[in-house]
């Protein structure tokens, strides 16, 4: 069976930073995509983060990029590193793994940013 977990989560003040990590079972993430989103309360879920395979190419919105970083750790473990986090960064982070037709969430680990 495969599971996506993700961990790390936290409460943290503004201008603090967290690492998230996203490690699978059952599966082999070398050849998948990866992605994190988080999803604010009250709103939709948006991608903060990608990797690409093989290749490794990753890309951000402009609302992160510069302070989050993805990276695969191994074939099966994925992190997102999260530096200067502000209010707006709070939400529930998911890692999602998908291609041609296969797709697996996490559960989510909740993100807190404040005073």
């Known amino acids: 069976q495969v599971q996506l977990v993700e961990s790390g989560g936290g409460l943290v003040q503004p201008g603090g930073s967290l690492l998230l990590s996203c490690v699978a079972t059952g599966v082999s993430l070398s050849s998948f995509p990866m992605r994190w989103y988080r999803q604010a309360p009250g709103k939709e879920r948006e991608y903060v983060a990608i990797?690409?395979?093989?290749?490794?190419?990753t890309n951000y919105p402009d609302s992160v990029r510069g302070r989050f970083t993805i990276a695969r750790v191994n074939e099966t473990m994925v992190t997102l590193q999260m530096n200067d986090l502000k209010p707006e960064d709070t939400g529930v982070y998911f890692c999602?793994?998908?291609?041609?037709?296969?797709?697996?969430w996490g559960q989510g680990t909740l993100v807190t940013v404040s005073t």
């Open positions: 990797s690409s395979a093989p290749s490794g190419v």
């Open positions: 999602n793994a998908r291609k041609r037709g296969f797709e697996y």
